[in-house]
């Protein structure tokens, strides 16, 4: 089955940092492209980060660079998510999710994680 | 910076009912880049369709994805209890960037 499984998440004060982590398990995590997506509570979907399978392109949204860096361990399968200056903005469900490419260039998030709820809160 | 509309925002059917739910932006957009998704309260979001109009594994095949001009449509014929959620259209655009529409909640008329 495959299968994304997300941990690291809870409180944490504004300014404070926090490292999501993704275990992937029953596909090739070394030859998948992934992604982290957020959803504040309640509202919609916003893509956050990607890394492609040899970590050699790193992406961001605008509104955390500088702030988050993507990374993955091929060899322990699991993706991580380093965020650091947080603030109340950042509060919101983490998704990680594989992102499928086919030869027609169609791009998709499947599967994803569960999500992990991180709160930035004092 | 390509955004995405989802119409209507909430739609409230009765079951056996059928759902059309659209996805539109003020720019062309790629056929092979736009995706739905479903999310029920709690979930994860789901993989529907990608490729405007390709059903992922195990989705039913009332859920129709298609387009028409720079209108991206999801379908669903005869609502089933378990499809009412709510439905987010996702583009690739570039740079990379990926962007999700604002979602339509189907609900139980």
């Known amino acids: 089955e495959v299968q994304l499984v997300e941990s690291g998440g809870g409180l944490v004060q504004p300014g404070g940092s926090l490292r999501l982590s993704c275990a992937a398990s029953?596909?090739?995590?070394?030859?998948?492209?992934m992604a982290w997506v957020r959803q504040i509570p309640g509202k919609g979907l916003e893509w956050v980060s990607g890394?492609?399978?040899?970590?050699?392109?790193?992406y961001y949204r605008d509104s955390v660079k500088g702030r988050f860096t993507v990374s993955r361990d091929n060899t322990k399968k699991t993706l991580y998510l380093q965020m650091s200056s947080l603030s109340a903005e950042d509060t919101a469900v983490y998704y990680c999710?594989?992102?499928?490419?086919?030869?027609?260039?169609?791009?998709?998030?499947?599967?994803w994680g569960q999500g992990v709820l991180v709160t930035v809160s004092s | 910076e390509i955004v995405l509309t989802q119409s209507p925002g909430t739609l409230s059917l009765s079951p056996g009912e059928r759902a059309t739910l659209s996805c539109m932006s003020s720019?062309?957009?790629?056929?092979?880049?736009l995706a739905w998704y479903q999310q029920k309260p709690g979930q994860a979001p789901r993989l529907l369709i990608y490729?405007?109009?390709n059903r992922a594994a195990g989705i039913p095949d009332r859920f129709v994805g298609g387009r028409s001009g720079s209108d991206f449509t999801l379908t669903i014929s005869g609502l089933e209890p378990e499809d009412f959620a709510v439905y987010y259209c996702?583009?690739?655009?570039?740079?990379?960037?990926?962007?999700f529409g604002p979602g339509t909640k189907v609900e139980i008329k």
């Open positions: 999710a594989r992102i499928v490419e086919n030869y027609y260039n169609e791009r998709r998030f499947d599967p």
């Open positions: 029953g596909f090739t995590f070394s030859t998948s492209t």
């Open positions: 890394i492609s399978d040899s970590s050699l392109s790193k």
């Open positions: 720019r062309s957009l790629v056929s092979s880049y």
């Open positions: 490729g405007t109009s």
């Open positions: 996702q583009y690739y655009s570039g740079s990379p960037m990926y962007t």
